[in-house]
């Protein structure tokens, strides 16, 4: 990492600092190593060639530039990168264009844990959780489609099964064991 | 023969009933007569895009839970979804390295559970595992059954239909999981659609996103739905009487998107209850009702009105 890094950034952390494109507290030097560490690899091999943005089906639509966030990353610009990573569909494009095999899909996803442990978690998040612990699913059951359900003779959805309850307070075992319900903040709804 | 387990997900039977009528169907007496059970305890995979998103050890406990489950029955784990299949295999990749495996065996050793693999032979006295199998549904009817099965199959062949086949990106990608198909071009659905008598249509843009993976359409459902918008105007333009898709995440997108832009839509459906028309069954049991695009306009192509 060390050379790779020589050669794209020497110098030029100093002299974005000097000519205050960016502050100096703004930075954080190991924001790499903590995206590898969250499963994502090592951004500072990344050529900025584009490719990624170029297959990108989400940059056709807004202002999502996956080879900036890449850059964020090498430059250690966090706060920049904290919630644009939501808007990635995981579609896998970019990891199968990536000519330096950085999977930027998976640093998304790197970086999305990150932003969970920042506390920038999005609602949603929550609620899928939620719903997990309560039901052992993510979707809820919905009355409607239990009726048609029911036409159609098919069973009972797992989650209204008498057994089911064994599924639900091992789910929340493993939740709660590791430590996911403090990570989210959704303490009250796990009865380990 | 091989044997199975239905993995269904939260989305089927929660939201589209007829899809899990379908699939018992093609799979029961009826059709193929499979080899294949309900595994009661089962949960959510956990959804890619909320679990592995946020935190991969909980999301590889949970799905690891759902693996020994398979493993007790010793069958293969057969998912109807492309979330389902990603997350699965993923995490059998991930319990590879022993180290993680043990780690999350600690962990399932709360509920008494432990992932081991299934054993595949001895060799002396060792027993080679090998990883608990995840299979996709198209992936069993296309290598499996075969597509002249299919084609046997079909009493009703669907002649007058145009279909419009979406893959959806996990079935193709990343490729350092998934090789059930040919992530460039892909065949196997179309072929299943061909098999069935009717026309598969090709359209621009045929394997781009329907836009909602990843937690796209929970995050900024907009987005989400201007990529379905794309999509669905290329679809039109190929005059595609219906969407055919192998996920159901993809179905909910574009079953529910459809309605914030225009009047009245394309009728989606799964690859499944394509196929279970193709083999004769009464559409009434298909679920329809539970679809936001009405399929009233499909089904009266089908009869020939």
Redesign the interface.
Known sequence: MGEVEKVFLSGLHEKLVEDKVIDEPQLEPDFAKEIVK??GKDVMTCLQCGNCTGVC??SL??NYKTRSIIKYCQFGLKTLTLGTQ????????C??HCPSDI?P?EVM?AL??IA?REGV??P??K???TN?VKY???????P??EK??KE?E??D??SR?A??A??IR??N???H??G?DK??GIEEEVKA | MTSYAYFFGCIIPNRYPGVEYAVRWVCGKEGYDLDVMDIKEFSCCPVPGIFYSSDKDTWLLLASRNLVLGQKERREIMTVCNGCLTSLLKATEYLKDPKRMGKVNRMLAQIGKKYTGIPRKTEGRRRIMEPVKVRHYVDVMTNDIGLEEVQAHTKRPLRNIKAAVHYGCHYLRPTENQTIDDPNDPVKIDKIVEACGATSVDYDDKLDCCGAGGGVRSHVVELANSLTEDKCRNIAAAEADCIVTGCPFCLLQFDNAQKAFTKDGIPVMHVAQFQALAMGIDPISLGFDTHHVSAHSFLRKLRGV
């Open positions: 969250y499963g089906p989400i639509k807004i939501w808007v990635c569909a995981t579609c896998y494009r990891y199968e999977n899909a996803i999305r844990h969970i978690i999005p949603f998040i609620v899928a959780a997990l052992g699913q993510s979707v809820k059951p919905d409607e489609v048609i359900r159609l098919l069973d959805v797992p099964g057994e089911y064994k599924v091992e789910i075992v493993l939740i064991a590791a996911y990570l989210i």
